[in-house]
């Protein structure tokens, strides 16, 4: 009994019925097949897959439908139903055959094959069992299609007619591998209801959007204006008020003006080679400073601020600053469901398609602690990148298909077609503010000039440029379009073109007034107040870090305790914490513990601090322990570090995506937006910092230079040679210290020297009155390692960060005495004195620790090398000498002591891994430069 059967398997399985809608019959019919028990059905199905006749009639159209998503019941009626895969697959395919290229030349997915099963009125009709008679016949219109407006049934000409309106002109729509289907059904709404007329855009609108400064102008894809400003304007009006947006270099000058609204004398004036640059810092080129701006939406009549990102050449780089910047301004302003704050990202295709950092970003798009709750992208496809071919630049058809990972539509569109462009992008913003979900418009356009204005483009795509110089700029058609239409006349559009010409003449003619060039008037986020104390710069001081006796006893308690009722944590936990209960007891902590005291005393001062990263909650050595989980009740977790104190700044701690690059790119953005928070990102091991390199070497290291903004990111990163083999022992100090601007061969002079170097410096602290990246390298072994502790003495009030910690034992009560000062970093120290211990040369040999690399405390180790005036100076690393600090600290401490004696090294050899893999050797390359570091005539030979 069919119809019987159909509702029991649709009562059965909803889901699977859902889903089914959105395939065609065969591969629907599997997961709606696999789930019954009903071999009967399952085996007519099979034989109707191989001859719809070979069933009963009733069979035929039940499965026709069903598979289809039609409700049962409503298929079995007269007029006969439309099989619903005919609507379906042009609702799959229809952007296949879509006209998307307006050059007309390649197709827009590289395959110029048409799909087999897109019927049009003269062809594939075959394909459903229907011929040319078929085509004024009425036919019922299935649930899953909106293309009869009011009417549930329509002739199939009619129906093919509609159908190739909404998927097949100049917009291709990508979505039906959405398994939502709320959202499917929300898209072809958008698409297939029938709209008399598209909304106009007026000509003095888009006119005024588009002309724009020559030689960064936009030619071949103009449209992204219009575009740009009504997904702008959409999401004003459903609610935004702050947009962060990133973008390259294409468009950006023209996006400046004419978007964001910058004042156009400050872009003209840009072009002025003789203009002074006012900042400190060694600047970056035009098109690549950020900007931010505050106005009204003269559409909406509401207040929108508008920010730029500052970017780097690295196409893409800025993806995961931007979507961390959005998330902190979201943050901060309590905004948890991303309706007043979000991002637009800009690609070109060439680079969307080909850079992994797109894949990493997507992959943030919908983590609770990373989601911006939908990004706008928008794809300048001018299909080429530089001089490469789409056909060479991507494996996929489109290059946006990196998006479906995370099943956000994908609108394609002509981009000479203004109206369809405008269209889809009131569509991208409403999806955003419907489903708060990721969504992507590819701008299918032509790059009218070479890449740039020296680049001859003829020499490598000589047929794509015949066209393009037979192409009519967009602006010319549309203006021709309705001046035909009569919607205005030419005197019009002329009077229009003059006018925006002569903003510009008026614009560049002040321009000529600017006398010296500001970036700080390109800031992307300023921070209001931060710089000045009452109207006054902020003195520049490095305050004491220290706290009181009753905060660190009281953070520690609450490190070492489970803050809430009812709460079963692990055995192996709790001894954890009872361990960290005595260290409190005692008036001792370890790295674990002494984290836990800066991060709960700034929180009592109102700092926010983020802590992301892999692993992070419970920290890769399993010694941090932030997050508590209770035993016994899935997902119920509690962090102490929230109950700190009644009115403490929010901790936020968070386990990341297995992506470095898109992580601390993350990051980097979140600490962007304000100085007063502390962001940290941790890497598993520091070896794995590598695969952000781009952010460090493009943004953390030269950003203040580059764009005048400070940053405070933290990067911790594990570092150590322990015989972990060669990934999980270094964390590439050398890199770090070879990109540190101090000059390795001047003494600096000078006053608040501590305070004043650190300003100096690309990167460094926390607590100052300024803001600078600071690179740690953490601890693994010491995490455990029973000297390595300290006492709260260290951390009572007046205490301070000690750049250099100086011997403290024999060797510095009789200092004329030593033999041997040895200078050294991080863990050694302990394989040092362990060392001289059992060799009894506490009295001959003082060892000397270095615990600020950079900028160098020439200071400090001036005094300490005066202190030992016969001995020898050593540099002892456990690194090979071509990593660790050697290449960095010997000049500087021969600076330090006016070269007056060699400064030598004990270390292991050069080498091109960071660490061997076998133990044996590790241990024997250890002993071996022990033995160097203390055999005082090691080195005779050698001078
Ligand atoms: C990571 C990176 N690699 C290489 C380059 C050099 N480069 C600059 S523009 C460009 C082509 C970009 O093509 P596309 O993304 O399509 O943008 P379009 O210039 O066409 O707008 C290349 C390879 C770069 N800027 N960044
Ligand atoms: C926009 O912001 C300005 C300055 O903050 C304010 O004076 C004005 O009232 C705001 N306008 C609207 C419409 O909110
Ligand atoms: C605390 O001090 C006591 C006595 O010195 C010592 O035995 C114990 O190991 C210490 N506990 C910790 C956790 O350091
Ligand atoms: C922010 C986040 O996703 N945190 C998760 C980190 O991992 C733990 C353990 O799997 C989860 O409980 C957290 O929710
Ligand atoms: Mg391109």
């Known amino acids: ?288 400073l950020g900007m931010y701006h505050r106005r009204i939406n003269r559409v909406t009549d509401r207040n929108i ?204 003619a002040r321009s000529k007034d600017e006398k010296i060039l500001h970036i700080k008037h390109w800031l992307d986020s300023p921070w209001p107040g931060f710089f000045t104390l009452d109207g006054q710069p902020r003195s520049m001081t490095c305050p004491s870090t220290g706290l009181n006796e009753e905060d660190l006893t009281h953070i520690g308690q609450v490190a070492s305790s489970v803050p809430v009722e009812d709460f079963t944590i692990h055995g192996g936990l709790s001894r954890i914490l009872k361990t960290r209960g005595e260290m409190v007891k005692n008036r001792t902590v370890d790295w674990a513990l002494a984290e836990y005291m800066a991060f709960g005393s700034l929180l009592k001062d109102g700092i926010h601090i983020r802590l992301s990263g892999q692993d992070v909650e419970r920290g890769t050595f399993s010694h941090r322990h932030h997050v508590l989980h209770d035993q016994n009740v899935d997902k119920r977790t509690c962090i102490p570090m929230n109950h700190l104190w009644p009115n403490q700044a929010p901790y936020t701690v968070c386990n990341s995506s297995l992506s470095e690059y898109g992580v601390l790119g993350f990051e980097l953005g979140f600490a962007m937006a304000s100085p007063n928070a502390l962001v940290l990102w941790e890497a598993q091991f520091g070896d794995f910092h590598n695969t952000a390199q781009c952010i460090i070497d493009q943004f953390i290291c030269p950003g203040q230079a580059k764009w005048v903004r400070q940053n405070g990111i933290v990067l911790l990163l594990p570092h150590g040679m322990e015989g972990m083999g060669p990934e999980h022992s270094s964390a590439r100090p050398e890199r770090f210290l070879q990109m540190c601007n101090d000059d390795p061969d001047v003494f600096p002079k000078l006053d608040d020297f501590d305070v004043r170097q650190l300003y100096d410096c690309n990167w460094i602290v926390i607590l100052l009155p300024f803001r600078k990246p600071l690179i740690i390298f953490t601890p693994k072994s010491l995490l455990r390692h029973p000297e390595a502790r300290s006492s709260f003495d260290d951390m009572l009030p007046g205490t301070h960060f000690l750049r250099v910690i100086p011997d403290s034992g024999p060797a510095a009560q009789n200092p004329e005495q030593v033999k041997r000062v040895l200078f050294c970093t991080g863990k050694v120290y302990y394989d040092l004195t362990r060392e001289r211990k059992a060799r009894q040369m506490e009295a001959d040999v003082a060892i000397t620790r270095v615990e600020q690399l950079s900028p160098f405390p020439f200071d400090l180790l001036q005094r300490e090398a005066e202190k030992y005036p016969a001995a020898e100076l050593v540099w002892c690393q456990e690194e090979h000498k071509n990593q660790g600090y050697y290449d960095y600290v010997k000049p500087r401490l021969r600076t330090t002591i006016n070269r007056a004696k060699p400064v030598w090294y004990a270390g292991r050899e050069p080498a091109a891994a960071p660490a061997t893999g076998n133990k044996k050797t590790h241990l024997t390359e250890l002993q071996r430069l022990l033995d160097t570091a203390f055999n005082l005539d090691a080195f005779k030979d050698l001078s």
Request: aromatic share 10%; charged share 25%; glycine share 6%.
């Open 1 to 288: 009994v069919p119809w019987e059967g159909a509702e029991a398997l649709r009562l059965a399985a909803p889901r699977t019925f859902q889903q089914i809608r959105c395939y065609s019959a065969p591969v629907a019919a599997e997961p709606f097949l696999s789930g019954t028990s009903s071999n009967y059905v399952e085996e007519m199905y099979y034989a109707w897959l191989e001859n719809p006749k070979s069933v009963h009639k009733s069979w035929d159209i039940f499965f026709r439908n069903a598979n289809a998503g039609a409700a049962p019941g409503t298929a079995y009626q007269s007029p006969p139903p439309l099989s619903t895969s005919l609507s379906t697959l042009t609702q799959i395919r229809g952007h296949h055959v879509a006209q998307l290229d307006p050059l007309g030349i390649l197709d827009a997915d590289l395959d110029s094959s048409l799909p087999a099963d897109i019927v049009t009125s003269t062809d594939k009709l075959g394909f459903y069992g229907l011929d040319e008679s078929d085509l004024d016949k009425v036919f019922h219109l299935p649930t899953t299609t909106f293309i009869g407006g009011n009417e549930s049934a329509l002739p199939l000409r009619e129906i093919i007619r509609r159908l190739e309106m909404a998927y097949c002109q100049h917009i291709g729509v990508e979505f039906m591998f959405i398994n939502d289907l709320e959202q499917c059904q929300w898209i072809r709404r958008k698409f297939e209801t029938p709209v008399p007329v598209l909304p106009l855009v007026s000509l003095e609108f888009l006119h005024r959007k588009w002309s724009s400064e020559k030689r960064f102008g936009l030619e071949g894809c103009e449209v992204l204006i219009p575009a740009l400003k009504t997904i702008i304007d959409k999401s004003s009006e459903k609610g935004v008020d702050y947009v962060i947006m990133g973008m390259p270099h294409r468009g950006r000058l023209n996006v400046l003006a004419n978007v964001i609204r910058k004042e156009l004398e400050q872009i003209f004036c840009q072009f002025d080679s003789k203009l002074e640059a006012a900042d400190e810092g060694s600047g970056d080129v035009k098109y690549h």
């Open 305 to 508: 601020t508008l920010s730029l990102v500052a970017n780097p050449s690295h196409l893409e780089a800025a993806d995961p600053v931007v979507q961390g910047k959005t998330k902190a301004e979201q943050f901060y302003c309590g905004d948890t469901e991303g309706k007043k704050v979000m991002s637009i990202l800009l690609h070109g295709d060439a680079a969307f398609a080909g850079q992994g950092i797109v894949y990493e970003t997507f992959h943030l798009s919908d983590l609770p602690s990373y989601t911006t709750h939908g990004t706008v992208h928008v794809v300048v496809n001018n299909q080429i990148g530089f001089t490469t071919d789409p056909r060479m630049a991507r494996s996929s058809p489109y290059p946006t298909d990196v998006a479906r990972v995370v099943n956000a539509p994908i609108f394609h569109v002509n981009a000479d077609d203004p109206e369809a462009v405008v269209y889809v992008c009131n569509v991208a913003a409403e999806w955003r503010s419907t489903f708060h979900k990721d969504v992507v418009v590819d701008l299918v356009c032509y790059r009218r000039n070479g890449h740039n204005e020296m680049d001859e483009p003829m020499f490598t795509q000589p047929l794509m440029y015949k066209q393009i110089r037979k192409q009519k700029p967009v602006l010319q058609k549309y203006a021709e379009l309705l001046i035909s239409q009569g919607v205005v006349n030419q005197p019009e559009y002329e009077e229009e073109i003059a006018k925006y010409d002569k903003i510009c003449e008026e614009a560049h």
